[in-house]
Structure formats: structure tokens, C-alpha cells
């Protein structure tokens, strides 16, 4: 239950972040890609400042033992690149250059009610179905 309770917390904490720098807004996704129109930088600023607040925060993590709710942490273990993990993050990237959205934003902007965003959230759902589906059989 407290797991489940942290869960909850930590995805309303990220989501309120992404609104709040105003992620949730395509615009300024598709804004910061356009490099030769009217580019908006806010993009680049919202990852520097996750980075600068993410880093330390995982410094301190990889000294604990095991997570506060967990009897340990699920690290990644494969390090290789193959054409599988290139082919999925270009898909995400082209979706992404597209839409102007990705999963967290599109979550997180279902409050607007914004039919774009349920319409990509329901094509997002279907194609994770489809993968679980036909891909990974």
C-alpha cells in the first residue's frame, strides 16, 4: 500500500511539474524543434533543470541500500544497443516531432480535456497493446 501510495505522490509530483513548465502544451515542444522558425528554448531549459536536480538526487540514491518502499532496486542490467532500442527511440522521436507530445506530458495533460490529448492517449494505449500483443510474442 505505501508503495502504491508513492507511486501515486511521485507521478502527481511529475506531472504537476511538466504543467507547471509547461510541458504539457505541444506548442513548446513542436516550438523548441523549430529551429528556423520561431524557436522557443523553454524545452532545453525544463531538461537542464531535471538533469541539475535528477543527478544529485541519484548520486544519493546509489548510496542506500535498497528503496524506501522496495526490498531492492530493478537497475537496468543490458547495455547494448541494438537495432530493436534504435528503431523504438527514432519511432518516439519522430511520434514526439510530430504530436509535440509524449506519454508523461500527454498523462498529465488529460485534465485539460483537450480532445487531442485523449485522442493520443487512446492511440498511445492501442499501440502499447499492440506491441504487448504481436511484437513481443
Same mark, same amino acid.
Given at each position: 500500500?505505501?508503495?502504491?501510495?508513492?507511486?501515486?505522490?511521485?507521478?502527481?509530483?511529475? =506531472?504537476?511539474?511538466?504543467?507547471?513548465? =509547461?510541458?504539457?502544451?505541444?506548442?513548446?515542444?513542436?516550438?523548441? *524543434?523549430?529551429?528556423?522558425?520561431?524557436?522557443? %528554448?523553454?524545452?532545453?531549459?525544463?531538461? =537542464?533543470? !531535471?538533469?541539475?536536480?535528477?543527478?544529485?538526487?541519484?548520486?544519493?540514491?546509489?548510496?542506500?541500500?535498497?528503496?524506501?518502499?522496495?526490498?531492492?532496486?530493478?537497475? %537496468?542490467?543490458?547495455?547494448?544497443?541494438? %537495432?530493436? *532500442?534504435?528503431?523504438?527511440?527514432?519511432?518516439? =522521436? *519522430?511520434?514526439?516531432?510530430?504530436?509535440?507530445?509524449?506519454? !508523461?506530458?500527454?498523462?498529465? !495533460?488529460?485534465?485539460?480535456?483537450?480532445?487531442?490529448?485523449?485522442?493520443?492517449? *487512446?492511440?498511445?494505449?492501442?499501440?502499447?497493446?499492440?506491441?504487448?500483443?504481436?511484437?513481443?510474442?
Amino acid at each position: 500500500m505505501k508503495s502504491t501510495l508513492m507511486v501515486v505522490l511521485s507521478g502527481l509530483l511529475f =506531472g504537476a511539474g511538466l504543467a507547471v513548465a =509547461g510541458m504539457t502544451e505541444p506548442t513548446r515542444v513542436l516550438g523548441f *524543434l523549430d529551429l528556423f522558425g520561431t524557436w522557443d %528554448p523553454i524545452l532545453a531549459f525544463v531538461m =537542464g533543470g !531535471g538533469v541539475a536536480v535528477t543527478m544529485p538526487g541519484f548520486a544519493l540514491l546509489m548510496r542506500q541500500p535498497r528503496p524506501w518502499h522496495a526490498l531492492r532496486f530493478d537497475w %537496468p542490467t543490458r547495455r547494448d544497443i541494438d %537495432p530493436r *532500442l534504435v528503431g523504438g527511440s527514432a519511432l518516439f =522521436g *519522430l511520434g514526439w516531432g510530430l504530436a509535440g507530445f509524449c506519454p !508523461g506530458p500527454a498523462i498529465a !495533460g488529460l485534465v485539460t480535456g483537450s480532445m487531442a490529448v485523449v485522442a493520443f492517449v *487512446l492511440a498511445m494505449l492501442a499501440g502499447m497493446m499492440a506491441h504487448d500483443r504481436w511484437l513481443r510474442a
